[in-house]
């Protein structure tokens, strides 16, 4: 792992009303108390935030945020943009998950907006990218994740790149419960960070983290984790509970 310090992030995405997302908060900042070595964020739906960001007050645990608008301000009916994600107290926020490619319209080149305009908040990013089942069958997988890592970083210089985690999520794996064995994970984590050093430089791709997203859970993370370019997990369905949450982020006592 290169020194570098693994990252578990929860993507509640559209579950949890504000009452249940300060619950879940409240265990979970027992249930990982005193871990040290992990970098935590929690992704809550956009109504959640405020209220999990005052629960977190005093907590090592960091907010992010699931989406957001490549513009300050305006008439963008639904949208929220990465200045109210920033006043709300969000360090990170995903850009690009499957879902928002699958049912929204998400393009490389949107994605590509949406991390400048993060970046220019000084937000944090977790960008996903990751083939689906029919492009993984028909041999594609490292064809399809070149042009996301190129599309998505297209013009962040080397300063602005070191704010990004990438999340390696193969699409066939998210919420099926079929997961990545962790060799076939290792290597377009692998692929992936060659793409880096190709685009920026050595020390750079040794330096930005890459995340594994796609049926995590308790009982797999220590196999992906043991890989040495495996940074940490995008977590979705196990990040709903604080008992399964936890044990991923206290993946070295399992």
């Given at each position: 792992?290169?020194?570098?310090?693994?990252?578990?992030a929860?993507?509640?995405?559209?579950?949890?009303?504000?009452?249940?997302?300060?619950?879940?908060v409240?265990?979970?900042?027992?249930?990982i108390?005193?871990?040290?070595?992990?970098e935590?964020?929690v992704?809550?739906?956009?109504?959640?935030?405020?209220?999990?960001?005052?629960?977190?007050?005093?907590?090592?645990?960091?907010?992010?945020?699931?989406h957001?608008?490549?513009?300050?301000?305006?008439?963008?009916t639904?949208?929220?943009?990465?200045?109210?994600?920033?006043?709300?107290?969000?360090?990170?926020?995903?850009?690009?998950?499957?879902?928002?490619?699958?049912?929204f319209?998400?393009?490389?080149?949107?994605v590509?907006?949406?991390?400048?305009?993060?970046?220019s908040?000084?937000?944090?990013?977790?960008?996903?990218?990751?083939?689906?089942?029919?492009?993984?069958?028909?041999?594609k997988?490292?064809?399809?994740?070149?042009?996301?890592?190129?599309?998505?970083?297209?013009?962040?210089?080397?300063?602005?790149?070191?704010?990004?985690?990438l999340?390696?999520?193969?699409?066939?794996?998210?919420?099926?419960?079929?997961?990545?064995?962790?060799?076939?994970?290792?290597?377009?984590?692998?692929?992936?960070?060659?793409k880096?050093?190709?685009?920026?430089?050595?020390?750079?791709?040794?330096?930005?983290?890459?995340?594994?997203?796609?049926s995590?859970?308790?009982?797999?993370?220590?196999?992906?984790?043991?890989?040495?370019?495996?940074?940490?997990?995008?977590?979705?369905?196990?990040?709903?509970?604080?008992?399964?949450?936890?044990k991923?982020?206290?993946?070295?006592?399992?």
């Amino acid at each position: 792992m290169m020194g570098r310090l693994p990252f578990i992030a929860g993507n509640w995405k559209m579950n949890k009303t504000v009452g249940e997302a300060i619950d879940l908060v409240r265990e979970l900042k027992t249930a990982i108390s005193g871990v040290k070595g992990v970098e935590v964020a929690v992704a809550p739906p956009f109504t959640a935030l405020y209220a999990v960001r005052k629960e977190l007050e005093g907590s090592s645990i960091l907010l992010a945020a699931q989406h957001l608008y490549w513009e300050e301000k305006g008439a963008f009916t639904g949208e929220v943009s990465p200045l109210m994600l920033k006043e709300v107290g969000c360090h990170y926020v995903i850009i690009g998950h499957s879902e928002r490619r699958q049912f929204f319209g998400e393009t490389d080149e949107t994605v590509n907006r949406r991390m400048k305009a993060a970046l220019s908040q000084g937000l944090k990013i977790i960008f996903c990218i990751g083939e689906t089942l029919k492009e993984r069958e028909e041999g594609k997988t490292f064809s399809v994740i070149e042009r996301q890592v190129e599309g998505g970083l297209n013009g962040l210089g080397h300063q602005a790149v070191r704010s990004v985690t990438l999340a390696y999520e193969p699409v066939w794996a998210i919420g099926t419960g079929r997961t990545a064995t962790p060799d076939q994970a290792e290597a377009v984590h692998q692929f992936i960070r060659k793409k880096l050093e190709k685009l920026y430089s050595l020390e750079i791709s040794e330096e930005i983290r890459i995340q594994y997203g796609g049926s995590v859970t308790p009982e797999n993370v220590k196999g992906l984790m043991s890989q040495s370019d495996i940074d940490g997990a995008l977590v979705g369905g196990a990040s709903l509970k604080a008992e399964s949450f936890s044990k991923i982020v206290r993946f070295k006592e399992l």
